[in-house]
């Protein structure tokens, strides 16, 4: 039922600009991302089934082969479990700043890896604009249902990424 008009537009400190409704239950996460992030343009977050599941192991999604090299330029990476303070204070401001605080570890371009698991969570996606996002978000859960799929055929996750090493 949802239309264009009914988006809610607000600007990078969350104060409404258009829109009746109020903005995504998420918007803090998403407007901690365009904050460090000035080249992303869209936000999705998911449930989706395969990619939530290596969140809820605290497990990154491994380039296993090129599908998943053709969007994200390595792991997507999962974070760190989030504190009780973290959970139990602005939950969506902590969860993007901990997507951000692992991408900075890490050393990751964030538009080279537009995507990252939420430790006991679920995944988030980002692109150039919100269709990207989406894509994204959609290619994302199929390199998880591969990588999982990888990983029941090899029955070990570090061999399925031997095996398909020695396949290339």
């Known amino acids: 039922k949802m239309t264009a008009e009914d ?7 969350g104060n409404i600009l258009e829109g009746e409704l109020r903005p995504s239950s998420d918007v803090d ?3 901690e991302f365009y904050r460090n992030w000035p080249g992303i343009g869209g936000v999705v ?3 989706s089934t395969w990619a939530t599941g ?26 760190r479990f989030m504190t009780d303070e973290e959970i139990k204070g602005s939950y969506e401001l902590e969860t993007g700043k ?4 692992e991408f900075q570890k890490r050393e990751i371009d964030p538009e080279r890896v537009p995507g990252a698991l939420v430790h006991s969570h679920g995944p988030f ?6 269709f990207n996002a989406v894509h994204n978000a959609v290619v994302l859960e199929e390199c998880a249902k ?9 029955r070990n996750w570090v061999n399925a990424a031997d095996i398909i090493r020695e396949t290339f």
């Open 7 to 13: 988006i809610v537009l607000v600007d990078l400190e």
């Open 29 to 31: 996460t998403h407007l």
């Open 45 to 47: 977050h998911t449930h």
């Open 54 to 79: 290596f969140a809820q192991a605290g497990k990154d999604i491994i380039a296993l082969g090129t599908t998943q090299a053709d969007y994200f330029d390595g792991a997507v990476p999962c974070t």
């Open 98 to 101: 901990v997507i951000v605080e």
């Open 125 to 130: 996606t980002w692109g150039s604009d919100g």
């Open 146 to 154: 591969m990588n999982a799929i990888a990983m029941q055929k090899s």
